[in-house]
């Protein structure tokens, strides 16, 4: 009889019961199996027990020609970045890194001569093309600063070896182009180490070329210094700063294979980037593919043993998959985090759009919010300790354009740190800052890491929050105000986007901030520094909503059309200002601010705004709005390798956007909104030092009959695990991260857990446990006999014609 996708299913099921009894170590290690099975059910092929890594189901496969590199197979070590491409017997590597970047200010250096009393004068002086042809024209709209593309390796291959497949194999992160003919070419780029290597089947390649990049010359490059040996061709590309770079592949060859290293090196390594190029080459050809795979393998190995999750939702939980690995192909500590495209730079003989920078307005906050429920706090962290280590460069940034103490960050940067300008009303925004301390604040709330929190994330914060405090001063009732407000991207870069101090956009930054700076105070034992954020905090009055909830943009304008960025809800998420916990004010908001934007449509989002409208209705209990959104983006928003593209790519109508040029922050976004479907631990009272209630399956759709994971952290730093059957929750456990009472929400439907102890009372709405860092609890609750029904208004599976 041949075995059904139900049936793998029940067997999965069963293995939990046979194991959650058995100790914490084998529970997880079993969970894991367990979870790793259920993807290749739903690719229709039998579940094999296996490890606890990605199953082969889940790996990107894409069939040859791919002879675009924004469709190419994405690999990376965080510091380089290869894309996998080509047709025929051509094969093409995109080569990138993520510290390759032009610094140079643009010509003239106008922001230098900037301030910010003087764009607020400006503002009111209804003067905004004077802003416009300083922080657009005279600098963004500049050649540089940008981020520049490394080159690219083409490989002739024999004219008998044709691809027709490129396969990225998440379990390793290797790439692979599958010949015609069965045999394969598999790359990857080393975990341990700065090179790439690829061994190649078969016949010598006829040419193998390193080519430079053709948009460095739009930057006034001279032509590249190129040199060549016997086993190894290298290029070296001076900058007109003092930098250079050097991209240098060597090749060997073995009875029946050729093995390629490649790398690229710079001159803030040392003097001669191609002689650090080539010995960095020959040592990797030297070792051999399979034994400098090892150190690589144990990387990823352990990358993916942290947490593990399955939904019965094929294109769903690949792309979740995909996105956890940019995490660890983009963003490693010791290199730079990831910008807009990562470690992905356009390869298409131009610059890359919106300079390949890092845009603080939504897109890097965006980016990091995905890694915290996943436990992938090295990976996240990198963008933390990115923001630290400019800290000198941000001071300055708050004394020289600001006239402020403290610390504040352009809301368009470099990697330096530098302003880059553009619109102005956001690049140029103080408050981007205080969202950006947000992801210092959530990193400390899930990690529960009193150094982290005493030696980065107070001292961060806090000199954010000086800087903006000085900006603040009351009006004629008191209220704490800003010169001049904004809230993106509304009335794009007009007149009009100068709004009346302060919009909810402004305000939700600023309290969030000063009541996690509150919180944080606390923690650490600073009385009279928590009593001075509050009072901040209070000071900046109440979210402006007309009388029946709807959240305005300030306090003259509501919403004035569809919009792609929900800066007005910023309390709602990825703040928890106001929450389906509070009020029936607070309930009225969300019901109100979210009709509102149903009625308004969807007609000007971008990809991202559909994942962050899927987070956001996870958030406030929609499970199958949120479904519906993260639904539309895998769908239409995503080019065919999984790379976000900011347009509706199949034309469906979702937006009238239909553009290309892809970002990363809709990815992990998506990642995120999967996480708020399944484990939410927010506290309805943020500043309070409350460590919130752990909700299991919070926002579940109807079609998700059966899920589980395996490690999600909650906030307070617990470890959990839990498995759904017929639309309930049938099992978790909890390992605490941190001594102290964890708050577990009663969502259960009536069902009573049983408990693996004694004595868990209930308070209000929840069950209430004390733990000591490292003890674990359990519960097990009946099975449903069935599939309850589906709800009215329950999402149906996004099919386009």
């Not at 079993?30 to 039998?46: D, E, I, R, W």
């Not at 899930?446 to 009006?475: H, I, M, N």
């Amino acid at each position: 009889m041949r075995s059904t996708p139900r049936m793998h299913l029940s067997r999965a099921v069963e293995s939990w019961y046979i194991f959650r009894r058995m100790r914490p170590s084998c529970v997880t290690a079993v969970v894991l199996l367990v979870l790793s099975l259920s993807p290749s059910t739903f690719a229709g092929q039998p579940a094999k027990p296996r490890s606890p890594l990605p199953d082969a189901a889940l790996n990107l496969r894409l069939a040859a020609p791919v002879n675009s590199w924004d469709e190419a197979v994405p690999l990376g070590n965080g510091l380089l970045g290869g894309l996998l491409w080509g047709e025929g017997n051509l094969i093409r590597l995109s080569l990138d890194r993520g510290d390759l970047w032009d610094e140079r200010p643009a010509p003239g250096d106008p922001l230098s001569k900037f301030t910010y009393t003087q764009m607020v004068k400006l503002a009111l002086d209804k003067k905004n093309d004077e802003i416009h042809r300083i922080a657009d024209v005279q600098a963004y709209d500049q050649k540089h600063p940008t981020k520049i593309l490394a080159g690219r390796l083409e490989i002739v291959l024999d004219p008998a070896q044709q691809v027709g497949s490129f396969e990225l194999n998440l379990a390793t992160a290797e790439g692979r182009a599958w010949f015609t003919n069965g045999a394969k070419l598999e790359t990857f780029f080393s975990a341990a180490r700065p090179v790439a290597l690829l061994h190649i089947p078969g016949p010598e390649p006829t040419q193998v070329r390193l080519l430079p990049p053709a948009s460095v010359k739009q930057l006034g490059y001279p032509p590249p210094r190129v040199g060549e040996s016997e086993s190894s061709k290298w290029f070296e590309q001076e900058g007109l700063d003092g930098t250079a770079y050097c991209v240098c592949v060597g090749k060997k060859r073995f009875e029946d294979s050729t093995l390629l290293a490649v790398t690229v090196a710079t001159r803030g390594e040392g003097k001669s980037p191609p002689a650090i190029a080539a010995a960095r080459v020959q040592r990797a050809l030297g070792v051999g593919y399979a034994r400098c795979l090892r150190p690589h393998t144990n990387y990823w190995n352990s990358f993916w043993s942290r947490s593990i999750v399955w939904l019965p939702e094929p294109d769903i939980l690949r792309h979740y998959y995909l996105v956890q690995y940019f995490y660890g192909a983009a963003s490693r500590p010791g290199a730079p985090p990831m910008p807009l495209q990562g470690v992905w730079t356009a390869d298409s003989g131009g610059l890359p759009p919106w300079k390949g920078d890092y845009h603080h307005d939504l897109n890097t906050q965006m980016t990091y919010l995905g890694y915290q429920a996943a436990g992938r706090f090295d990976e996240g962290r990198c963008f933390l300790e990115f923001l630290w280590d400019r800290l000198p460069r941000f001071r300055r940034f708050a004394r020289d354009f600001l006239g402020t103490p403290g610390a504040n960050v352009p809301g368009v940067m470099t990697l330096a740190g530098a302003p880059l300008g553009g619109w102005a009303q956001y690049s140029l925004s103080p408050t981007q800052a205080g969202w950006l301390a947000h992801l210092f604040y959530l990193h400390w709330r899930y990690t529960a890491d009193r150094a982290f929190l005493r030696e980065r994330a107070y001292p961060w914060c806090r000199e954010v929050g000086e800087s903006l405090a000085a900006l603040l001063k009351p009006d004629e009732h008191g209220v704490l105000k800003l010169p001049v407000s904004s809230s993106p991207e509304i009335h794009d870069n007009s007149q009009r986007a100068w709004l009346l101090p302060n919009s909810n956009y402004d305000l939700a930054i600023l309290k969030m901030l000063f009541l996690g700076l509150r919180e944080m105070a606390d923690a650490l034992h600073r009385p009279a520094e928590a009593t001075r954020w509050e009072q901040l905090a209070q000071g900046l009055g109440e979210s402006h909503a007309d009388p029946d909830g709807t959240l305005r943009i300030n306090a003259a304008e509501p919403l004035p059309a569809s919009h792609r960025h929900f800066s007005n809800l910023m309390n709602l998420y990825p703040f928890n200002l106001t929450t389906v916990d509070g009020n029936e004010r607070e309930r009225q908001v969300i019901r109100a601010s979210l009709a509102q934007y149903d009625r308004l449509g969807t007609s000007a989002w971008c990809g991202y705004s559909f994942t962050w409208m899927a987070a956001l209705r996870a958030r406030v209990n929609d499970p199958e709005a949120a479904l519906r959104h993260l639904d539309i983006f895998v769908k239409a928003f995503v080019l065919r390798n999984g790379f976000h593209a900011n347009g509706d790519q199949t034309r469906s109508g979702f937006s009238t956007f239909t553009y290309r040029p892809f970002t990363l922050e809709g990815n992990l976004l998506a990642a995120a909104s999967v996480h708020e479907m399944l484990l939410q631990s927010w506290s309805e009272s943020p500043g309070s030092g409350d460590w919130g209630t752990v909700r299991i399956f919070p926002a579940m759709p109807w079609r998700w009959h059966d899920a589980a994971f395996a490690n999600l952290r909650a906030e307070g730093g617990h470890r959990v695990s839990a498995r759904r059957e017929n639309n309930a929750t049938t099992w978790f456990r909890i390992v605490a991260g941190r001594d102290g009472t964890v708050k577990v929400r009663d969502n259960f439907g009536g069902r009573p857990p049983v408990w693996s102890r004694e004595g868990v009372p209930m308070n209000g709405r929840d069950y209430v446990v004390r733990l000591r860092a490292g003890e674990s609890i359990e519960a097990t609750l009946p099975k449903p006999d069935r599939i309850p029904p589906a709800p009215a208004n329950v999402a149906p599976p996004v099919v386009l014609r």
